[in-house]
């Protein structure tokens, strides 16, 4: 730039910061390896990758046929983390705390946890352990395997609770593959799919399951109809369209969070806040602190209608944003916390969604709030 050296009018261009990416549709796989440093996350783009970076396929596991019906549905990248061997309830915690600093993930799936548990009751345990780390998190979502073949799925999804999940029943078999194996990986590939296609408020459901020619339960009108008010996702084969995924509910029961779409809109705001907004805390909490987080959501959410995400006519009738003295009392301050108060009105149901969203130094938080 000229140094302004004489009296004059002198044009500066200044251009706004460059807001950071926010991949979707990218899961973390955890299960069990024949080589690789156990709880240390690997990124794969390519399928390939697995073996080059772990080795063969471990006899008796699912993480493979997981990742590679992952990219034959549409997914370009995920992290597998390889579980040390011994107590499946131990090694899941430890994987699952190798993935706790990691922002770049939003899907969690854990195929081999049903090769290695071998009653329903440690099932429900490690599942519900992987729910609570996702909420724990607040930025990711887990994608469920139903136990296999004829089990009681409803009696598993009835020992499963919360948000940030999804079940997915029954198990898949691969082309080319004389076995059955859990659905999560291809799941993940249709989730991915989507959201590359059309964002993270578009429904993973009536998608074809790429790579699948058989279903272990052949799943009728009547079976779906008991499923799908209870939450669980059911996979099915239609004549000439193929096997599809036929459900988008979560395990919540909350009606706000019935739908994976829903929460994971949600999910997502609040990791854009994190990613975006990350140096809010240090600011001073003021009017100016407030203005910044209206004027960067409204930016935000307004991109999101325009993209179809939300409802209504206007970009006013598709959201609002809350951010002031009201939500932030000066006991809200003294705690160190900025309480933005949002709501959306999702494409899918039509009705608003109104949460708090909590930002602290240790980072964000999405709390169901009442309009």
């Given at each position: 730039?000229?140094?302004?050296?004489?009296?004059?009018?002198?044009?500066?261009?200044?251009?706004?910061?460059?807001?950071?990416?926010l991949?979707?549709?990218?899961?973390?796989?955890?299960?069990?390896?024949a080589?690789g440093?156990v709880?240390?996350?690997?990124?794969?783009?390519?399928?390939?990758?697995?073996a080059?970076?772990?080795?063969?396929?471990?006899?008796?596991?699912?993480?493979?046929a997981?990742?590679?019906?992952?990219?034959?549905?549409?997914?370009?990248?995920?992290?597998?983390?390889?579980?040390?061997?011994?107590?499946?309830?131990?090694?899941?915690?430890?994987?699952?705390?190798?993935l706790a600093?990691?922002?770049?993930?939003?899907?969690?799936?854990?195929?081999?946890?049903?090769?290695?548990?071998?009653?329903?009751?440690?099932?429900?345990?490690?599942?519900?352990?992987i729910?609570?780390?996702?909420?724990?998190?607040?930025?990711?979502?887990?994608?469920?395997?139903?136990?296999?073949?004829?089990?009681?799925?409803?009696?598993?999804?009835?020992?499963?609770e919360?948000?940030?999940?999804?079940?997915y029943?029954?198990?898949?078999?691969?082309?080319?593959?004389?076995?059955?194996?859990?659905?999560?990986?291809?799941?993940?590939g249709v989730?991915?799919?989507?959201?590359?296609?059309?964002?993270?408020?578009?429904?993973?459901?009536?998608?074809?399951?790429?790579?699948?020619?058989?279903?272990?339960?052949k799943l009728?009108?009547r079976?779906?109809?008991?499923?799908?008010?209870?939450g669980?996702?059911?996979?099915?084969?239609?004549?000439?369209r193929?096997i599809?995924?036929?459900?988008?509910?979560?395990?919540?029961?909350?009606?706000?969070?019935?739908?994976i779409?829903?929460?994971?809109?949600?999910?997502?705001?609040?990791?854009?806040?994190?990613?975006?907004?990350?140096?809010?805390?240090?600011?001073?909490?003021?009017t100016?602190?407030?203005?910044?987080?209206t004027?960067?959501?409204?930016?935000?959410?307004?991109?999101?209608?325009?993209?179809?995400?939300?409802?209504?006519?206007?970009?006013?009738?598709?959201?609002?944003?809350?951010?002031?003295?009201?939500?932030?009392?000066?006991?809200?301050?003294?705690?160190?916390?900025?309480?933005?108060?949002?709501?959306?009105?999702?494409?899918?149901?039509?009705?608003?969604?109104?949460?708090?969203?909590?930002?602290?130094?240790?980072?964000?938080?999405?709390?169901?709030?009442?309009?």
């Amino acid at each position: 730039m000229a140094i302004q050296q004489a009296p004059g009018l002198y044009r500066e261009d200044v251009f706004p910061a460059r807001r950071a990416a926010l991949p979707t549709g990218v899961p973390a796989f955890l299960g069990y390896t024949a080589s690789g440093k156990v709880n240390e996350p690997v990124r794969l783009t390519l399928f390939s990758h697995l073996a080059e970076a772990f080795g063969p396929p471990v006899e008796g596991g699912y993480l493979a046929a997981a990742v590679e019906g992952f990219f034959l549905n549409g997914g370009r990248e995920c992290l597998v983390v390889p579980l040390p061997a011994g107590d499946p309830e131990d090694a899941l915690e430890a994987g699952l705390a190798a993935l706790a600093v990691r922002q770049d993930i939003d899907l969690v799936c854990a195929p081999d946890l049903l090769a290695t548990a071998q009653t329903l009751d440690l099932t429900l345990r490690l599942q519900s352990a992987i729910l609570a780390h996702c909420d724990a998190q607040g930025d990711r979502f887990a994608i469920l395997d139903s136990v296999p073949g004829t089990g009681d799925v409803l009696e598993q999804r009835n020992g499963l609770e919360g948000e940030n999940g999804a079940l997915y029943h029954p198990w898949i078999r691969p082309a080319g593959s004389s076995t059955f194996v859990p659905p999560c990986g291809h799941v993940a590939g249709v989730v991915a799919r989507c959201d590359l296609r059309t964002g993270v408020h578009k429904a993973p459901a009536n998608e074809e399951l790429a790579g699948v020619v058989d279903l272990e339960v052949k799943l009728t009108d009547r079976d779906h109809a008991l499923l799908n008010p209870e939450g669980i996702n059911a996979l099915r084969a239609f004549p000439g369209r193929g096997i599809r995924v036929w459900g988008a509910r979560t395990l919540s029961r909350q009606s706000a969070w019935t739908f994976i779409s829903v929460r994971r809109l949600f999910l997502t705001a609040a990791r854009w806040m994190e990613l975006n907004l990350a140096d809010a805390a240090f600011e001073p909490h003021d009017t100016r602190l407030w203005n910044r987080i209206t004027r960067e959501l409204t930016t935000w959410f307004e991109g999101l209608f325009r993209a179809g995400a939300l409802k209504g006519r206007t970009a006013a009738e598709a959201f609002f944003i809350k951010c002031d003295g009201e939500t932030n009392p000066p006991e809200v301050r003294e705690a160190g916390q900025v309480v933005t108060v949002i709501g959306l009105a999702p494409s899918v149901p039509n009705e608003f969604v109104v949460v708090r969203i909590i930002h602290g130094t240790s980072g964000i938080g999405v709390v169901a709030a009442s309009a």
